[in-house]
């Protein structure tokens, strides 16, 4: 069930991401509903993606955080399904990984008691948090010990699923939706 949802929701994606004015603007109006919420406004520390095309842009997400003094983590995986977050600023060297993710090269490690909101990605969602990943198990591993609050930014091509989660599923604590009818022309923040 999870395999055919990831598919369908890859494919739906790979579309978005070939219609870029519409994927931003979808984009611009969850991270101004993410932006003025209580869970970004309380985090100091910030652990999150550099997003591939067909993924949730998260650029402007980190600009916005540095922008504010926010600190910025992003994942390095490792052998066996590990992952930990890294510190990143614009500046920082990067590296390739065989899945065609960027990672940061440095060693200033963000423990996971110091990050405070984490951005969850995820292919699809279910109305109560939780998520088909992208079949690593990275997330489901981090999660089970994380004390900090938990998002994720979700387009509307990822909703309308859903299946019986699996026993080391664990839900994120919001969905940040778009809401087509107040879509942005323009970007709120640059």
Partial sequence: MKKDIRKKVLTDLKLLSQ??????KQENNILSQLFS?????????????????KEFNTKPLIEQALKEGKTV?????????????????????LELTSFGVLEPKNE?????DKIDLLIVPGVAFSPDGFRVGFGGGFYDRYLTDFKGKTCSLVFKEQTGYSWQPE?????VEKLFMSQEEECLDEPIFK
């Fill in 19 to 24: 219609t870029p004015e519409k994927k931003e």
């Fill in 108 to 112: 200033k490690k963000i423990t996971k």
């Fill in 37 to 53: 919420s209580q869970m970004w406004q309380e985090a100091q520390t910030i652990g999150t993606t550099l997003a591939m095309e």
């Fill in 167 to 171: 026993i080391h599923d664990l839900p």
């Fill in 73 to 93: 983590g992003v994942p390095r995986t490792f052998g066996l399904g590990k992952m930990d977050f890294y510190f990143f600023d614009f500046d920082e060297e």
